[in-house]
């Protein structure tokens, strides 16, 4: 079974930092694109970030460029979001997903939860003071 799993949320101040941690069973982990994306209460799915399976290629939403950083240690089969100077409109459930080939729609359009070989449960992420 395709499976992720997410973890590593919590609350934090603005300004804070949190990373997150996703990790994958159930398929050849190293041959996946990895994505994050967010859903604020009440909003639409929003795409955070994209990382290959080798980990040399990334892309940010234009919201967290330059605060989140993406990375991954395929030996531990996990992906890691590193989310620094947290603002409270970062607040939202984060779900990873993964799919062989990178989809690039989402990162003019909003993302469809079906296009996704794996999705997972998310991780709540509340920034606030």
């Known amino acids: 079974e395709v499976e992720v799993v997410e973890s590593g949320g919590g609350s934090v101040q603005p300004g804070g930092s949190l990373r997150l941690s996703c990790v994958g069973s159930g398929f050849r982990f190293f041959n996946y694109y990895i994505y994050w994306v967010r859903q604020a209460p009440g909003k639409d799915l929003e795409w955070v970030s994209t990382?290959?399976?080798?980990?040399?290629?990334?892309y940010y939403g234009d919201s967290v460029k330059g605060r989140f950083t993406a990375s991954r240690d395929n030996g531990k089969n996990t992906v890691y979001l590193q989310m620094n100077n947290l603002r409270p409109e970062d607040t939202a459930m984060y779900y990873c997903?993964?799919?062989?080939?990178?989809?690039?729609?989402?990162?003019?359009?909003?993302?469809?939860?079906?296009?996704?070989?794996?999705w997972g449960q998310g991780t709540q992420v509340d920034v606030s003071s």
């Open positions: 990382i290959s399976g080798g980990g040399g290629v990334t």
């Open positions: 997903a993964a799919t062989e080939s990178c989809i690039r729609t989402i990162f003019a359009s909003r993302p469809i939860r079906e296009d996704f070989d794996a």
